[in-house]
């Protein structure tokens, strides 16, 4: 029986401005876990074992036990796509979908969410045009804790 390679072991983050060895392509909900088996750009398996609260975000580097590094792509995933020239319009997007606690990318001019369409729908009536994209995604991390230890659910009480 043929010996398997040792699993490559991802244990912390370094600086982005390292040359990398290889990539590894990640969603979001990827990039939020600190234990994580995953398969490398390349075809070998690895697994993550970073520090609790780490959040990956797309262009940071890796550190592998035995010196391996590989740079964090963050993977196309199903967006919805807003843009105007109106910032009026952008923040009360932005104020009806954080309300939801949607997690949000928000750029000049414009804003992505994950593709939903009861969400589409209440932009459109906000008088904003939604177009459909593969992207990756980058949301804000919020504002009390900078990691985004939750990006899918509740961060606080009400």
């Given at each position: ?21 290889v990539t590894l392509t990640l969603t979001l909900e990827q990039r939020t876990r600190c234990r ?22 797309h262009g940071d580097a890796l550190i592998a036990e035995d010196g391996l590094v590989a740079r ?40 992505s969410y994950r593709q939903d369409q009861v969400l589409d729908e209440m932009v459109r009536g ?33």
């Open positions: 029986m043929p010996q398997s390679e040792p699993l490559i072991r991802f244990i912390r983050t370094t600086a982005a401005d390292i040359p990398a060895d994580l088996r995953v398969m490398l750009d390349d075809g070998r398996e690895a697994g993550l074992f970073l520090p609790r609260g780490t959040l990956l975000h964090v792509i963050a993977a196309s995933e199903h967006l919805s796509r807003v843009e105007s020239a109106d910032p009026l319009l952008l923040a009360r997007a932005c104020y009806h979908l954080g309300n939801r606690h949607v997690p949000l990318q928000i750029e000049p001019g414009r804003l906000l008088g904003l045009e939604v177009r459909l994209v593969d992207a990756g995604f980058e949301p804000e991390s919020g504002a009390y804790g900078g990691q985004g230890a939750d990006q899918t659910g509740h961060a606080h009480e009400h």
